[in-house]
């Protein structure tokens, strides 16, 4: 999983950007709780933020009473139910952000543009833009499907290491959608191999007989997503493949930089 990277921790009340210190330690300990898997002890966050246990403490407790974290039974900090609301509203709003972006795909490979986000253990679709052609794929937004049958779900867990990929599909299963589709860990962590070989990846009619996909995960994203494009299998050709692969790739590099500008402008 993606980490936090290194943050300041100075003493002065506001930060050198303008910024208010107290705030940005915050959700810095927000951020690390959720590195860590959203549970952590206080000792951890002092380890890993460098803050004094004090100040720590100070914090959590204004969390807590704002129900953004909870203390569990064993003195330990969970992430609280209330950041739930912002993350769905985020979520929304990441689609909305990326419509541009899968409407430029439309365009220029003439087949359906989706985005995704790995919610938990599932694939959660966010936003799509449908293809002008009369026979053309529609996913609803706010659907939720199993990673293995998918193109998206492929693109997302090919930056997880083996292990954790191994034990999602534990948790999940690897029920058959099509007689196309993995429905084994080895041959889902072979195809995983490939995804990172060939820096893309592919449903071909493992969600859907006669669709097949084409998907990337979006580099530096705040959370995993990854875009893709859909359509017939008669025009999403290996031939296809090769000129829809580098639009794929360039959009969804586009598309990380606006994501990571905290004004949420671009110039693309």
């Known amino acids: 999983m993606p980490t936090s990277s290194a943050r300041p921790t100075g003493s002065a009340r506001s930060s050198a950007n303008g910024g208010v210190q107290s705030l940005e330690r915050a959700f810095d300990l927000l951020e690390r709780m959720a590195d860590a898997g959203g549970e952590v002890g206080l000792s951890e966050l002092s ?3 460098g803050l004094p246990l004090p100040t720590i403490h100070r914090l959590m407790r204004t969390l807590v009473a704002c129900g953004y974290v909870r203390q569990q039974p064993n003195r330990r900090y969970a992430l609280g139910p209330r950041l739930i609301r912002l993350g769905e509203s985020a979520s929304r709003l990441l ?33 799509q833009v449908p293809s002008k052609h009369s026979m053309r794929m529609f996913t609803e937004v706010g659907r939720r499907v199993l990673p293995h049958s998918t193109g998206v779900g492929k693109a997302l867990l090919a ?12 948790r999940t299963g690897m029920p058959a959608a099509t007689d196309k589709t993995i ?16 820096g893309y990846a592919i449903d ?7 669709v097949r996909c084409l ?30 692969v580098p639009v794929l790739q360039q959009v969804a590099a586009e598309l990380s930089e606006t994501l990571a500008n905290p004004g949420g402008s671009t110039t693309h």
């Open 215 to 244: 998907a990337v995960s979006v580099p530096g994203s705040p959370t995993a997503a990854a875009i893709s494009i859909s359509g017939p299998a008669g025009r999403v050709t290996e031939a296809a493949t090769e000129r829809i």
């Open 183 to 198: 429905t084994t860990p080895e041959g889902f962590l072979a195809a995983l191999q490939e995804v990172r070989r060939q």
């Open 95 to 127: 689609g909305t952000w990326a419509r541009p972006y899968l409407a430029r795909l439309v365009e220029e490979t003439g087949e359906t543009a989706n985005m995704a986000l790995l919610d938990g253990d599932e694939i959660v679709y966010v936003a």
């Open 47 to 49: 380890a890993t933020s």
């Open 159 to 170: 930056g997880f290491p083996p292990e954790e990929v191994r034990a999602l599909l534990a």
């Open 204 to 210: 071909d009619n493992e969600q859907e007989i006669g």
